[in-house]
């Protein structure tokens, strides 16, 4: 008969441990000891194992796109310039004069000068704060507008959701160009604000069906439904639970909407019932030069060239969230 091991104090083994099944089990108990404490846990959870929200895996998303990164690094620039234009013009856009009018590319005047003798470089960066303006502001205005009459259209149905159904349907039977028309030229003022809540009149309703269905979506949750259950409020379940799984169709429609408001202005401006002289926008001097593009086609090139990559950049910028807030494509 073999002799046995005596027991080891020292390693707390003893003739087993030699075995197989012993060493086993020690180097399970060494991993699982180095398992717990690993920082960072598989894919799709984050610091010690917990899951990952939505709003961070998106933002790793949109970090590793190219096409978010560029475009949001042209906004910025965009938004940086429309707040301190004198950063890259020191001139002033209304400075103009007539002896120069038409003439091309000068030293200090990159752009060359439009038809009054005004600095179209100077004129083009100034354009800039107009077109982000109107666009940021009437995005607020018909996200806030919007998603406040259609999440409530969605959560509470019945009488709410049919009479903002009827409103929305009258209102997207009025074509957008033509009610522009109609409404801004009746307006006297230059400033910006007149267009801003035209546009907040008529692009409300597409926000508001798409929180009305978002809203719709969520509140058929479980979790929804048991918050319900154990007495929550309605204004709890709306902020605690409904909005933050409600919110990313809306945020996405927004980011894609505001490149479509800064054309909307352009166009109106250019057809001369938007801003009006002597405020400084792209849409005034694109309408300006369209007299004179045979001669002086830099007078067109450099607003329009502007005001396409803007509404671009924000058009990327949409596309690239949407596609970072969409499970669908994960």
Known sequence: MPEQQPWDETTGSGAISGAGAGGAMDLAVEEGTTLERTPGGPEGTGPAGKPRSLWSDAWRDLRRNPVFIVSALVILFLVVISIWPSLIADQDPLDCDLAKAQEGSQPGHPFGFDGQGCDVYTRTVYGARTSVAVGVLSTLGVSLLGGV????AGFFGKGWDAVLSRITDVFF???VVLGGLVFLSVVTSSTVWPVIGFIVLLGWPQIARIARGSVITAKQNDYVQAARA???SNPRMMLRHILPNAVAPVIVVATIALGTYISLEATLSYLGV??????VSWGIDISAASAYVRNAPHMLLWPAGALAVTVLAFIMLGDAVRDALDPKLR
Do not use: T
Request: net charge positive; glycine share 32%.
């Open 274 to 279: 938007g801003l009006k002289p002597p405020a």
């Open 230 to 232: 154990l007495g929550a």
């Open 173 to 175: 039977g009025i074509p």
């Open 149 to 152: 009459l259609g999440g409530l």
